[in-house]
């Protein structure tokens, strides 16, 4: 019953911007921690960012700081990824998961540490 529905993926042209959307429903939304994960053809998932829904704490990976901005809207059990300035190397299929625990914890267990991963939305960059 555990849904995580990730979308707002789409074609861009490198320097533009996307929003994508995550949904969740069916655990409670304040236990958890959010995040984005993406991967791209041939290469190994990375974690993108993270969000702690109980204490709003974040993390992101280097090559994204400063253009991804992940923010929630707890009444609506909503989790987004604002993505600015976007370059042709973060094409990738994004996925939006949850794991309980903090956001420290998150971190030290890694995608290990998710329990619940929704499907994943195709961004494309163009240069």
């Known amino acids: 019953d555990v849904q995580l529905q990730a979308s707002g993926g789409g074609l861009v042209q490198a320097g533009g911007s996307l929003r994508l959307s995550c949904a969740a429903s069916?655990?409670?939304?304040?236990?958890?921690?959010i995040g984005w994960i993406r991967q791209a053809p041939g290469k190994e998932r990375e974690g993108v960012s993270l969000l702690s829904i109980s204490d709003g704490s974040t993390y992101y990976l280097d090559s994204v700081k400063g253009r991804f901005t992940i923010s929630s809207d707890n009444a609506k059990n909503m989790v987004y990824l604002q993505m600015n300035s976007l370059k042709p190397e973060d094409t990738a299929v994004y996925y939006c998961?949850?794991?309980?625990?903090?956001?420290?914890?998150?971190?030290?267990?890694?995608?290990?540490?998710?329990?619940?991963w929704g499907k994943g939305t195709q961004v494309t960059v163009s240069s």
């Open positions: 998961a949850a794991g309980s625990g903090t956001l420290a914890t998150m971190r030290r267990l890694g995608m290990s540490g998710m329990d619940y």
């Open positions: 069916g655990f409670i939304f304040d236990d958890y921690s």
